[in-house]
């Protein structure tokens, strides 16, 4: 992959980056291949907000969907998912290297 089919988006607080979104660019679709919050900031939005950025540049780029994989043990994130309107499409098993399942989620567009 080339920088040029990734998105980066951030999340400033005082100068430093506090949270990141990285979004494969596809042809119809994208995925969210990674998202971070610094620990100290987590539940102040900012991963949300990316989430909704996101969104909004995948709209108007005409994509259909946005895919992602979380980890079937990560309750935040799969929340955080869910509020923000994705469902979950289906389970990889043993996705992870530790044997961990991911749930395959979906935001249509």
């Known amino acids: ?3 040029a089919q990734h ?12 949270a990141t ?3 494969m660019r ?4 994208a995925e969210i291949l990674h998202i971070e919050t610094h620990a100290e900031h987590r539940r102040q939005g900012l ?3 990316l989430i909704a950025e996101a969104i909004a540049w995948a709209r ?16 935040a ?3 955080l998912y869910g509020k923000t309107g994705f469902v979950q499409i289906s389970t990889r098993q043993c996705y992870y290297s530790d ?3 991911a749930l395959v989620m979906k935001y249509t567009l």
């Not at 998105?7 to 506090?18: A, F, K």
């Not at 596809?26 to 679709?29: E, N, P, R």
Request: proline share 0%.
């Open 26 to 29: 596809g042809v119809d679709d």
């Open 1 to 3: 992959m080339t920088a």
């Open 99 to 101: 044997g961990e399942n």
């Open 47 to 49: 991963a949300q907000g």
């Open 21 to 23: 979104l990285t979004l």
């Open 7 to 18: 998105l980066v988006l951030t999340r400033q607080i005082e100068g430093e980056t506090r």
């Open 60 to 75: 108007r780029n005409q994509r259909q969907a946005i895919w992602l994989e979380v980890r079937a043990s990560n309750a």
């Open 77 to 79: 994130a799969i929340a």
